[in-house]
């Protein structure tokens, strides 16, 4: 009953938007550009260097073509959570609050923004090169490992950004922090995890997910041991990893709601 | 009872102090009523509709609405109240008015017919069939707050609050608001609780006004009670055709104030308008003539020092 609510609320969002079919396009062609070059900026990096962080140039690309392609959707299905802020300072979420349905959901469709496509088609145009470029010995796991991995990448990019942007519940516009996560997360995820400190690596395995984005599928699909020593089924856990971020940010997002209305303050 | 609060407060932590907001407000309202809730600025009766409607947990006391608790049954409260906010939109801003229309209906689950029963009737008593196809950003304020009252009915709620739904109205949309929303009420299965710092609003849609100051209930009462206890009278202003000495002695007049070289005349009276007008237009030729009424502001004001 109410996923038919929200395809009609999404649908509408759709039709909204076609409307202005040149505003569309150019964002569209924009996105595309936008995200094409940092695939340039890697390929200039491999004009100097023959290995990064102990990888190749196409085991880079695909890293990067993982990473892309879960931003891209991630961005589409739940990048409008960054702004949460502007519903915070208007009041405006005391509307979605007096709906009955759910407040995050009704943040994430209360603009589908379409010209966000544009990050998901470069991803995909690149990781369909990437797979058939980079030497992969295709096995139905691999198979398997290369259908999912954009879709978990995506559920912990979005799950991630939702827990950034609670902030906003306790700081007065945490856009900025939020911003740094989601953004970040994009650039940090598009390469090998090898080529950060000690620190960072940890950070990226452990407290924000990102290193089972691309960098543990990856080397799933390339049939390579961890060059860090990290145990073999880590490279297999996205899935796992995606439920337990999910399961995170919606705690820390009814958390942020409480603090909102108030409770125990 | 639709609404029962007891001791209800809210507190705000504003930089280690504790700010009460709303201190104590106890309030019952019985199904079918039309309460106007008023108070000055910062009075508290935002943060009360907040705690009411279940946006805001109370700091202290209870609330029940429509029988439920607010905050922890807020979803299921939902479906049974409407709330228009003056300053705030629940539409979609960049669809057509009807469509915004289907998808509240439709998160309501309003089933088919009744939407197009419930919104035909609006529609029509409020006018809004030219304008159904556009979309909301580019409506009026006075189409949008038609349009706002419109969503907030569709799902039938018991009960429909209002904040400030006329504010920056112009006249004529102010009236064509009132008069639908008299209408709604009278047939007895909606309740309105309306926050207005308009008189008029009050005085033609609630018989029971609440006033609150610094969180507290300061007076629950009749209007018409509370008008003869504490609101200022109304001025008749007169512009004359000619200048004439001070109007001194007409039926009813309590005080007369002369302006530009006596052009004008600001009459303070009690009793019939009508009459008193007739009575001046014996003694002077008069051009034009305007009543104001005493604000809430002065009503509060005067409230507030008694």
């Known amino acids: ?265 | 009872m639709i609404i029962q609060t007891r001791g209800l407060g809210r507190d705000f932590v504003v930089r280690r102090t504790r700010i009460p907001a709303v201190a104590d407000v106890g309030l019952d309202v019985e199904r079918g009523e039309a309460v106007g809730f008023l108070g000055p600025n910062g009075a508290g009766k935002s943060t009360t509709i907040k705690m009411l409607t279940g946006v805001l947990v109370p700091t202290a006391g209870t609330a029940r609405v429509c029988g439920l608790d607010p905050v922890r049954e807020r979803k299921a409260l939902a479906r049974r109240i409407g709330v228009v906010f003056g300053q705030r939109s629940q539409l979609w801003w960049d669809l057509p008015l009807a469509e915004s229309f289907a998808l509240h209906g439709a998160i309501h689950r309003v089933p088919a017919a009744r939407h197009r029963e419930r919104l035909d009737e609006c529609v029509e008593l409020l006018d809004m069939a030219a304008f159904l196809s556009t979309p909301v950003r580019q409506l009026s304020l006075g189409q949008r707050m038609r349009g706002e009252v419109t969503a907030a009915l569709l799902h039938s709620p018991e009960l429909l609050v209002l904040d400030e739904p006329t504010i920056g109205l112009d006249l004529a949309s102010k009236e064509r608001l009132r008069t639908f929303l008299a209408a709604v009420n009278a047939r007895g299965d909606v309740t309105l609780l309306l926050t207005t710092h308009d008189l008029p609003d009050v005085e033609r849609l609630c018989r029971r006004v609440v006033v609150i100051d610094k969180g507290r209930v300061l007076v629950d009462d009749d209007l018409a009670t509370l008008r003869r206890r504490f609101a200022g009278n109304r001025t008749l202003v007169v512009d004359l055709v000619e200048p004439a000495g001070p109007l001194h002695g007409l039926h009813g007049v309590v005080d007369v104030a002369v302006e530009a070289q006596g052009m004008r005349q600001r009459l303070e009276f009690t009793g019939s308008a009508a009459g008193l007008i007739a009575e001046a237009a014996r003694r002077v030729e008069i051009r034009d003539v305007t009543v104001d009424e005493p604000s809430i502001e002065d009503l509060v004001r005067t409230l507030y020092a008694s």
């Open chain 1, 1 to 265: 009953m109410a996923d038919r609510v929200l395809l009609r609320i999404v649908a509408s969002r759709i039709r909204s938007q076609l409307a202005y079919r040149t505003s569309f396009a150019l964002h569209v062609v924009a996105q595309l550009i936008g995200q094409g070059i940092e695939l340039v900026a890697i390929l200039v990096v491999f004009t100097q260097v023959t290995s990064l962080g102990g990888f190749d140039r196409d085991e880079v690309v695909l890293m990067y073509a993982l990473a892309a392609t879960a931003f891209g959707l991630a961005d589409l299905s739940v990048g409008q959570v960054e702004e949460l802020p502007t519903y915070i300072r208007t009041g405006e979420l005391d509307v979605l609050l007096l709906r009955p349905l759910g407040t995050l959901v009704q943040i994430l469709s209360a603009d589908i923004a379409l010209k966000r496509v544009g990050k998901v088609v470069t991803g995909l145009a690149v990781l369909a090169y990437a797979y058939a470029t980079s030497g992969i010995d295709w096995t139905p796991l691999r198979v398997l490992v290369a259908a999912t991995a954009p879709l978990c990448g995506a559920v912990i990019f979005g799950a991630v950004w939702v827990a950034a942007n609670t902030v906003s519940f306790w700081v007065v516009d945490g856009r900025e922090v939020a911003n740094s996560v989601t953004y970040g997360s994009n650039f940090a995820t598009s390469y090998p995890i090898t080529v950060y400190g000690p620190w960072l690596r940890r950070v990226l395995c452990f407290a924000v997910p990102g290193a089972f984005v691309a960098y543990f599928p990856a080397l799933a699909l390339l049939g390579r041991p961890d060059p860090l020593g990290f145990p073999l089924w880590l490279q297999y856990a996205p899935p796992l990893v995606a439920a337990l971020a999910v399961g995170g940010a919606a705690l820390v997002w009814r958390a942020g709601v409480r603090r909102y209305q108030g409770t125990g303050s």
